[in-house]
């Protein structure tokens, strides 16, 4: 089964500077996907950026980027010119291609981010 | 494109009474989620469909659940009956026409049972 742990329960960071979140993950599995998922305090859940672990090369998403770490199982999230309305719970989310784990997303207890003007 | 559409936002109920919970995925998608989130155990998946066929119901907590999915543009998720521990939100998610695709998640139902 995949396991997927986010650190940080907490963070805050001030308008316009650099925030990273952090995210770890525990698989067997060689294919699979990883996801930030942002909930606002609307509760919607919004896709933010997405990563293939086939891919070396890190995803980015205008001020959103990741950095990929196959080896140390580690993915983390890093927010440029942090914006107000990017206060919201991040979740991490981890999706295995193969096996019984097929399409399911597994996430993180999530990191409650609050960006203060 | 509308997004997935829940209903309805809110319910509370009492201990005993069935609830159910309506999904509408988004046009063209193939694949349909039902999760829950909870403060003590985080977002879970309770259950998915392809093609309006049940693939996975290993999340399902108890056989007081049952989903069911009749039609591409629709689906249920049924509590019968219902407990105070069942008290979470329930969101529903689809995705295209492959698993990998991004799942797009609707509003959520916010669910109180007293």
């Known amino acids: 089964a995949q396991t997927v742990t986010q650190s940080q329960p907490e963070m805050s960071v001030q308008e316009a500077e650099t925030v990273t979140l952090s995210c770890t993950y525990d698989?067997?599995?060689?294919?699979?996907?990883l996801f930030w998922y942002k909930q606002p305090p609307s509760r919607q859940m919004i896709l933010v950026i997405r990563q293939e672990a086939y891919k070396q090369q890190n995803a980015t998403e205008n001020r959103f980027s990741v950095n990929f770490q196959k080896a140390a199982k580690s993915f983390s999230l890093k927010i440029s010119d942090s914006q107000l309305g990017d206060t919201a719970m991040y979740f991490c989310a981890f999706m295995a291609l193969s096996g019984g784990s097929n399409y399911k997303l597994t996430f993180g207890k999530g990191t409650l981010l609050t960006v203060n003007p | 494109d509308a997004g997935v559409i829940q209903s309805p936002r809110h319910e509370v109920t009492e201990m005993g009474q069935e609830v159910t919970l309506r999904c509408k995925p988004i046009s063209g998608h193939d694949y349909l989620f039902w999760y829950r989130q909870t403060m003590m155990r985080g977002l879970e998946l309770l259950i998915y469909?392809?093609?309006?066929?049940?693939?996975?119901d290993s999340g399902m907590p108890e056989d007081r659940f049952s989903a069911k999915m009749p039609n591409a543009s629709f689906s249920t998720l049924k509590i019968q009956p219902s407990e105070p521990r069942d008290s979470a939100v329930y969101f529903c998610?689809?995705?295209?026409?492959?698993?990998?695709?991004?799942?797009?998640f609707g509003p959520g139902t916010r669910l109180t049972v007293l």
């Open positions: 698989t067997s599995e060689n294919n699979y996907y």
């Open positions: 998610a689809s995705s295209l026409v492959t698993g990998t695709d991004t799942q797009y």
């Open positions: 469909f392809n093609n309006n066929v049940p693939i996975d």
